[in-house]
């Protein structure tokens, strides 16, 4: 059972790390829509990831030694529970590009250019509506 | 494993102060709901990670999942909003 | 910056300041000394509730049980709000309503990725809320959660596929009725107790109406009728709400 | 060790307050306020409180937005203090 504990905690730990890479890129990108994709994509991911390491910790947390004495009803509620979070991380899988996709053709309605010239590159990382083409 | 969770929420804590300088300087408002967006996202791990932290995550995990079943809709309104908003404009001008 | 703004920022910062001052005091989750465990009354919540009313969540049964009153009225309060928004907003002149439907009919374009993750969240929405509402007697949830994740069902289909697509699933009349139903189902429940020799909302003599139940069980049981019922007002009005402030109450076109 | 989550989500409440008050543009002071809403159900959930950490979570992230964003899309965008 350490072996599903440890694989929790390096998982956790990863959705950690891609998380860290979304909110850098969040900061540091320079137009609406990379933004967009920072966000999108590494919280999407280091969602599901922290999701699946806790769903690793709940598992490991059963009695398994009263269970192979066929003690079966402390199955139950941890399965139950393990069931539940990784019917969250489905969902987080299903909604959250769906509302990516919403928000960018927002952006593009509501009349955000995208960064394109390579040349004020280092000036302002946070442009104004209308970057120069 | 109490403490690895708890310092796995105050690691997300942390690591949410860049999502909220983006929420603070966001040039437009389309910025700023993207912050939300993220933010939002990350409060369903966070739910979990405290009933972690408890020991009830069978407690915790019910709103948890109302919370990424209702989240999308705040982010869907915003871009019919948007759209709209322009469709409106459109309207307006022709 | 304008001086109510200077006085908005320091009664935020104070607060604040408040709230964080006083967060060394809390007392440790289920700590038995703590100072809500000191009065008589909520001691014999804590103590008896289980026995008297056979259910686990003691915040469900303080709610719709022994603070009867209290849950009904906010029905009223949540049923009466919708229909003062309906009140206030009007309908407008049908012509008005016919020239908001051509435009509308003439500028729909809606995005198909919304539509159909749309399909695939509601009925898992629907069906998660069902189980909040069933199962809060044993766990956090019960008639006004459920009620609002319903309701929020509804007003998913609405933004996806446009105002008249979830009106065709609930009308406002239909609404109306539902939210006048859960009242109903509500009051009525306490008014059944009165005509059975009872106090208002005291449930257990219910015993006599629902078969195979002792007294404690008919309070579990009318606990549950009773949540249904906020369920159905809840649902109807949140629905009623968004659909009358983002059409004007014209009832067509809107976001 | 708890109490630091405490002292995180009160300050962050306090700095949306003020986020949501100074915003100009009404739309993203409405999301905004959703984020208010959610670390008010971390909050309560995090005291213990469950029940209204669940009213909470169900009524203010879905409902209460887009209540708001539809009032906002019938009125006007920009705050005019």
Redesign the interface.
Known sequence: MIILQITGAILVILGLVFFLGAAVGVVRFPDFYSRMHAAGKGDTLSTILMLLGIVCFLIADVPWAAVIHGDFSLLVEPILTSIKVLMIALLIMVTSPTSTHALMQAGYDSGIKPHLSEADDDSTPSDEETPTP | MELFFKLAGMALFVLMLPIFYRLIAGPNAMDRILAVNVIGTKTTVLLVIIGMIFARVGMFVDFALAYALLNFIGSLAAARYYHQDRLRQERGAS | M?P??IV??IT??I??GL??YA??D?PA??DPLSPANNSALSRHYIEQSRVETAVP?L??AV?ADYRGYDTMFETVVVFVAGLAILAVLGQGTSRERAAIQR?AER?QER?M??IM?AR??VP??QL?SLY?LAHGHY????G??GG??F??SF??IA??GGLPEALSRLSIPGALLLAGLGVLLYGGTGLVCMMLGQNFLDYHILHRLLPATDAVMARYHAMLIVEIGVAFTVTAI?FI??AA??S?GRMTG?? | MIAVFDICILIFLVAIAIIALSVKDLLASAMILGIYSFLMCLLWAEMGAVDVAFTEAAVGAGVSTVIMIATVYQTSRKSSD
């Open positions: 304008a109510m703004k908005a920022l935020v910062i607060t604040g709230l964080l967060t060394g809390f989750w289920g969540n915040v469900t709610l435009s500028y995005d990725i919304n993750t695939l969240i898992v929405l998660f909040v766990s956090p949830g019960g006004f959660q609002v994740m309701g929020a007003i998913l933004l996806a949140m709400i968004y402030l983002s004007r809107g976001l």
